[in-house]
Structures are given as structure tokens and as C-alpha cells.
């Protein structure tokens, strides 16, 4: 059974930082793309970044560009998302996704996790 757990989210204050990580269990990390989306409240979901299998590619929206960085660690598993410079429209339930493809992830990811709350406060 494939799980992907969030953590790291909470209350922060704007311009603060927050990191986000999400272990995979189940599933041969290596073998994935790995992606984190957001939903705010009354919102549809949408994408924040991508990193690929090796995690030498990536690709951010430009909402978040330059102040989010996702990172991968193979050896644990995990997947993570610094957040850095916070803003208060970046309040949001965060998902981490995965997916075989790296355009799959992006737009219909195979799995889902269960998300974690970040709210940043102005």
C-alpha cells in the first residue's frame, strides 16, 4: 500500500519559513517523480513544483519561484519543500504527489497524500 505522509506545516508569521516534508512508503521511490500542490481554502488545487527521479530537474510556478525550493533525499524516502519568505496568499493545505511520469505528476498524479495545513499570518 502506498502512503505518502505530509509534515512540517503550521502557523507562521509573513516573511517567515516553513519546511515541508513528505516520506513515501510502498512504492520504489527512486522510480518517481516527485511533485507538491496546494489548495486554498474555497479554492481549486494547484501545482507549486516538480523534481524529477534523480532530482536534477525541477520546475516551480511562478508564485513561488525563487522563495520555495524542493529537494529529494532517495536514501529516506523523502521529499521536501523549503519555504522561504512567506506570504499570506501562500495559505494553503500542501499535497505532495507522485508519479511514474514527470509530466503526469504535474497534471494527474498517480498518488495523493493527505496534505498539511500552512498558514501564514500578515
Known amino acids: 500500500q502506498v502512503q505518502l505522509v505530509e509534515s512540517g506545516g503550521g502557523l507562521v508569521q509573513a516573511g517567515g519559513s516553513l519546511r515541508l516534508s513528505c516520506a513515501a512508503s510502498?512504492?520504489?521511490?527512486?522510480?518517481?517523480?516527485m511533485a507538491w500542490f496546494r489548495q486554498p481554502l474555497g479554492n481549486e488545487r494547484e501545482f507549486v513544483v516538480v523534481?524529477?527521479?534523480?532530482?536534477?530537474?525541477?520546475f516551480y510556478a511562478d508564485s513561488v519561484k525563487g522563495r520555495f525550493t524542493i529537494s529529494r533525499d532517495n536514501a529516506k524516502n523523502t521529499v521536501y519543500l523549503q519555504m522561504n519568505s512567506l506570504k499570506p496568499e501562500d495559505t494553503a493545505v500542501y499535497y505532495c504527489?507522485?508519479?511514474?511520469?514527470?509530466?503526469?505528476?504535474?497534471?494527474?498524479?498517480?498518488?495523493w497524500g493527505q496534505g498539511t495545513q500552512v498558514t501564514v499570518s500578515s
Open positions: 523534481i524529477d527521479w534523480t532530482g536534477s530537474s525541477t
Open positions: 504527489a507522485a508519479d511514474p511520469s514527470f509530466a503526469g505528476v504535474q497534471r494527474v498524479p498517480h498518488y
Open positions: 510502498g512504492l520504489i521511490f527512486r522510480n518517481y517523480n
